[in-house]
């Protein structure tokens, strides 16, 4: 067993997002009052670290108003840069409570394939677990037997009961035996898994509208969320998925995952910013464990590098 924090893993996780910020922003303060010139460098650097141009401009505007008669260094830089980050992520960070009456609370999870959907719903199946919900999986994805096959393992491995169907089944149907098992069971949450593929946005939304027709009929509350998996390694494109998936989808939360793996994760910043909606965990590692809900001030100090 790991002595390992989730601080600790956080630290490590977003190692190479908190060098690349402190890189970028290395040498740009100086003196009780910055210049324009100054500013524009600082909001340059904001945004090449993936923030966007929102939380880059409005963290400009603050510096700008600061009177740092001490002086502002780059230590007082970061502080001043976490604070505004905290500002930021903290209305948006809310973890995925499960309040649904009557059960099961489901859960639709979506995003494009390679995102880590699969694996983010085993995580998040264990993390509801570790809460003492009781848990079931419908697999939903049925245009991948890849998909079927991952969740049996993952679903296998944690001992929770999954509902999943043959390859190029009907998703809706997948979906309406699940919730008839969970509801029958009294189980707390139903985590469905759907359809990855954005070739065909028309062909997404128009499955997505049955499973929602299905649902309605079974549990007039259901879908309790829709919830979008974004790969921090996408940068910039993460956004854009945000934009589809909202109008395709009607996203409600995000979770946001591989932070570990990229030096790319100000975009949790500029999706905060943008956006506004709950993120719901993050993902900083492999293991089972290694996607929690966050401390949005935890969070911004290691990303602004001032810890």
């Known amino acids: 067993m790991s002595s390992e924090t989730w601080s600790d893993r956080l630290l490590g996780g977003l190692r190479q997002t908190r060098e690349r910020l402190a890189d970028n922003l290395s040498g740009l303060a100086g003196g009780g009052k910055l210049s324009d010139a100054q500013l524009d460098d600082i909001e340059d650097a904001l945004i090449a670290s993936d923030l966007g141009p929102r939380a880059a401009g409005r963290i400009r505007a603050r510096l700008a108003q600061g009177k740092f008669e001490a002086g502002l260094d780059d230590a007082a830089l970061r502080k001043t840069v976490a ?10 960070a809310r973890p995925l409570d499960i309040i649904a009456f009557p059960r099961p609370q489901v859960i639709l999870v979506i995003g494009v394939n390679g995102s880590g959907k699969t694996t983010t719903i085993a995580k998040l199946a264990h993390l509801f677990q570790e809460q003492d919900y009781a848990v079931m999986i419908a697999a939903g994805d049925t245009f991948r037997a890849a998909a079927i096959g991952q969740l049996r393992v993952w679903a296998d491995r944690l001992g929770v009961p999954i509902i999943a169907g ?3 089944g009907d998703p809706a149907s997948i979906v309406f035996d699940a919730v008839k098992a969970a509801t029958d069971a009294g189980t707390d949450v139903l985590i469905v898994d759907t359809a990855g593929r954005l070739q065909n946005k028309r062909e997404l939304m128009d499955e997505l509208a049955k499973i929602r ?95």
């Open 166 to 168: 043959a390859e190029g």
């Open 83 to 92: 604070g505004e980050i905290e500002a930021i992520l903290s209305p948006v």
């Open 213 to 307: 027709r299905v649902l309605g009929r079974l549990n007039p509350a259901a879908p309790h969320d829709v919830v979008l998996v974004l790969d921090a390694t996408n940068g910039q494109n993460a956004l854009q998925q945000i934009e589809t998936f909202r109008n395709v989808a009607g996203v409600t939360g995000l979770v946001m995952t591989k932070l570990d793996g990229t030096a790319r994760g100000g975009v949790l910043v500029a999706a905060a910013e943008q956006y506004g909606l709950p993120i719901h965990a993050i993902g900083v590692g492999e293991k089972i464990d290694d996607l929690r809900p966050f401390d949005p001030a935890l969070v911004a100090r290691v990303i602004a590098g001032d810890v």
